[in-house]
Every structure is written in C-alpha cells, then in structure tokens.
C-alpha cells in the first residue's frame, strides 16, 4: 500500500534552518509530482511547494520563496524540503502528499516549531 513518512521536525530558533523528509512506498515514486503541505494551528491545510517527476520543475507559495527549496531523490523515493531562514509563522505541521489517479495520500505529518 502507498506509505509516506515524514520526519525532520523539531523544534528550531527564528533564523534557523530544517531538513524534512519524506520517505515514500507503494507507488512508482518517479513518475509523479511530490507535494508538501503545511497546516498551523486554528488555519487551513495549505500548499508550501511542489517538484515535478523528473524534479526540474519546482513551485512555491509566495511566503516560501527564496527560503524553502523542495527537492527529490527518485532512487531512494524520498522528497525533502529544506527550509532557511525560519520564522515563528511557520510553526505547523509539515506534510507530503502525493496524487494518484483518483486518490490524494498524505502523511502523517512532522511538527515544526519555530521559538526562541
């Protein structure tokens, strides 16, 4: 069955920086797009970046440019994100998800929270 795990949460200080990962299963991991997703406390679910198949094409919410930087590695079938220049409003919990056909798979999530 289709498995995403993410990890690389934790807590970081304003400016810091984190590495998430998602470790995928289940599917051919190389032949589709690769999503992260945020959701902070008493707000909605929303998109942080997207990577094509082939990774050369990568999208970004306004508030992430230039400071988070999606990427995949399609032989270990895991997708990162790398975040720089943290700030207390990106404290949520990180996911990624993935779009097969009729069905959205997601994980189950990694917190970040961002606190001096």
């Known amino acids: 069955q289709v498995q995403l795990v993410e990890s690389g949460g934790g807590l970081v200080q304003p400016g810091g920086s984190l590495r998430l990962s998602c470790a995928t299963s289940?599917?051919?991991?190389?032949?589709?797009?690769m999503n992260w997703y945020r959701q902070a406390p008493g707000k909605e679910r929303e998109l942080v970046a997207t990577i094509a198949p082939a990774g050369g094409r990568t999208t970004y919410a306004d508030s992430m440019k230039g400071r988070f930087t999606i990427s995949r590695d399609n032989v270990l079938n895991t997708v990162y994100l790398h975040m720089n220049s943290l700030k207390a409003e990106d404290t949520a919990v990180y996911y990624c998800?993935?779009?097969?056909?009729?069905?959205?798979?997601w994980g189950q999530g990694t917190q970040v929270t961002v606190s001096s």
């Open positions: 289940g599917f051919t991991f190389s032949l589709y797009t």
């Open positions: 998800s993935v779009n097969l056909l009729l069905n959205t798979y």
